[in-house]
């Protein structure tokens, strides 16, 4: 499985990006796409997840409300809606994909990792 993570850049505090990830290869492994973020010198924390099959989502507490995540299993694409930015948010972030159902936060659950897209959020 392959990634292609898309759609990062710099945006003012309040302002909005989506973020796509592109998946290839045997997409049909993978149950759960999901997003996490990084600072550099922190450890990598979980944004988003969502299950391929019944669309389950999952969400850190400090995104709730802001991002949502959706999947298009006929581009085999997930996408990650984030609006009402905040400097907080500014980080690299990664796409991710799992073989298991409700992997959600669980870093180790994820297999296979994207490349990093970085969002710039100014203030």
């Known amino acids: 499985v392959q990634l292609q993570a898309s759609g990062g850049g710099l945006v003012q505090a309040g302002g909005s990006l989506r973020l796509s990830c592109a998946a290839s290869?045997?997409?049909?492994?993978?149950?759960?796409m999901g997003w996490f973020r990084q600072v550099p010198g922190q450890e990598r924390e979980f944004v988003a997840s969502?299950?391929?099959?019944?669309?389950?989502?999952f969400y850190a507490e400090s995104v709730k409300g802001r991002f949502t995540i959706s999947v298009d299993k006929a581009k085999n694409t997930n996408y990650l809606q984030m609006n009402i930015l905040e400097p907080a948010d500014t980080a690299v972030y990664y796409c991710?994909?799992?073989?298991?159902?409700?992997?959600?936060?669980?870093?180790?659950?994820?297999?296979?990792w994207g490349q990093g897209t970085l969002v710039t959020v100014s203030s």
């Open positions: 991710a994909a799992s073989s298991y159902y409700r992997a959600g936060g669980q870093r180790l659950a994820y297999d296979y």
């Open positions: 969502i299950s391929r099959n019944d669309y389950e989502t």
């Open positions: 290869g045997r997409t049909n492994y993978i149950i759960t």
